[in-house]
C-alpha cells in the first residue's frame, strides 16, 4: 500500500480513538456549552459551517513549507502543523519568527514513512532504541508499536515539543502524523497527558450520532467505551474531520472538495491537506507528490474562493477556539 494511502487510512480509522486513555484533570467545559455543536459553544451561529483548512507535514521539505507559508501568510488557510524530526523543520521555524501570529502546531512524528527520504528522532536515539528501524531512522509504519515503549514515545513527543518552543515557535495545538499515537493506549496516554501538562489543545473530535454513523459505516470499530471516554476530555474539540480527497485530476480534485464542503453540517470541520511545490526533488520524495501540488493550487483558485464564499461559511483556528474556550469558561459559573 502507498505510503500516502497509508496516512488517510490512519487519520481517518484512528483519530476516532483520540482520548480514549487520557486520565488526566482538565478545565471543566463550560456549562453553557453542554449539548451544543463545539461551533455554538464557542459563540459561532449555530446554523453555520466553521473550517480549519489546516496544512500538514510542514517542514518535511522545503516544498511543503514555500506553499504552506505562502498559504499562511496571504491568510488562504487557517492552520498548519510542523514535523520536528524532519530536514526542514528549521527552516519552518526560521519563518514563523518572523510570523508569530500565525496558527502553528506540532505535527508529532514517530515515524519516517517515505522510501529514500528519511528522519530520526529529536531525541538522542541511545534512549529511544525502539523508535528507530534497521535503517537508523524512524520506522516507516506501525511496525514501531512493536518495537518502542510508551516512555521512549513520551520521551520523544516531550523533545519535539521542547525543540518548537527552544525555536521560538509558540504552538497552538499538537496532533500526530499517520495517526500513530493513538494505535497503542499508552501511546495516547502519554500524548493527552503532555497535551494537559503542556496546556496545548490536542484535536478530538465530538463524537455526535451522525458521526458516529458514519465511521461505522465506513467500517471503522468505535467502541462505546471510547466513545465514553472521549466525552470526558473537556478542552476544545472539532465538530468533525476530513481529509481532502484525492483527485484524478485537478478539476476533479476541485470537485470532490466541493462536493465535501457541501456536505458539511454546522460545526466546526478541520479538513488537512498537504500542500507542496512541484520540483523535481519532490517527486523523489514522495509518490503522493501530484496530489500535494494539486492542493498547493487549490486555495489561490479564484473559482475556490468564490464557492467559500457563496456557500457562507466561516473560519476558526485552535488558537480562536482556544480564546474563545477561555471567555466562556470565564463567564461560566464556577
Known amino acids: 500500500m502507498r505510503p500516502g494511502k497509508i496516512i488517510s487510512i490512519l487519520l481517518l480509522g484512528l483519530i476516532f480513538s483520540l482520548s ?60 498548519g502543523a510542523i514535523m520536528m524530526p524532519c530536514p526542514a523543520s528549521q527552516a519552518m521555524a526560521d519563518w514563523y519568527r518572523d510570523h508569530p501570529a500565525e496558527d502553528i502546531g506540532v505535527h508529532l512524528t514517530i515515524n519516517s514513512e517515505w522510501e529514500t527520504y528519511r528522519w530520526s528522532p529529536v531525541t538522542d536515539t541511545a534512549q529511544v532504541p525502539g523508535l528507530i528501524d534497521p535503517e537508523g531512522f524512524m520506522w516507516r509504519d506501525w511496525r514501531v508499536l512493536q518495537n518502542a515503549t510508551a516512555e521512549e514515545v513520551e520521551r520523544e513527543i516531550r523533545a519535539q515539543i521542547e525543540k518548537a518552543l527552544a525555536l521560538g515557535i509558540k504552538p497552538s495545538h499538537i496532533d500526530t502524523h499517520m495517526g500513530t499515537l493513538y494505535m497503542n493506549p499508552k501511546y495516547a496516554e502519554a500524548y493527552l497527558n503532555v497535551a494537559m501538562e503542556y496546556g496545548l489543545p490536542a484535536m478530538v473530535i465530538e463524537f455526535s450520532q451522525p458521526i458516529l454513523d458514519r465511521f461505522r459505516a465506513m467500517r471503522f470499530i468505535i467502541a462505546d467505551e471510547v466513545v465514553e471516554m472521549t466525552a470526558q476530555y473537556t478542552l476544545p474539540k472539532l465538530d468533525d474531520y476530513h481529509p481532502i480527497p484525492d483527485g484524478d485530476s485537478y478539476e476533479d480534485k476541485k470537485q470532490k472538495f466541493y462536493e465535501l464542503v457541501q456536505s458539511l453540517k454546522p460545526g466546526i470541520t478541520e479538513i488537512i491537506f498537504h500542500p507542496s511545490v512541484e520540483s523535481d526533488s519532490l517527486k523523489q520524495i514522495t509518490d503522493t507528490w501530484q496530489q500535494r501540488v494539486w492542493e498547493a493550487q487549490l486555495f489561490y483558485d479564484d473559482d475556490v474562493s468564490e464557492f467559500l464564499e457563496k456557500e457562507g461559511v466561516l473560519f476558526t483556528n485552535w488558537k480562536d477556539m482556544m480564546a474563545r474556550f477561555r471567555q466562556s469558561s470565564e463567564r461560566s459559573p464556577s
Do not use: T
Open 20 to 79: 480514549a486513555c487520557y486520565r488526566g484533570d482538565v478545565s471543566p467545559e463550560p456549562a453553557v456549552a453542554k449539548g451544543k455543536a463545539w461551533s455554538e459553544r464557542l459563540g459561532f451561529p449555530k446554523d453555520k459551517r466553521v473550517l480549519i483548512l489546516h496544512a500538514d507535514d510542514l517542514g518535511m521539505c522545503v516544498e511543503a513549507n514555500e506553499a504552506g507559508q505562502r498559504y499562511l501568510a496571504d491568510d488562504r488557510i487557517q492552520s
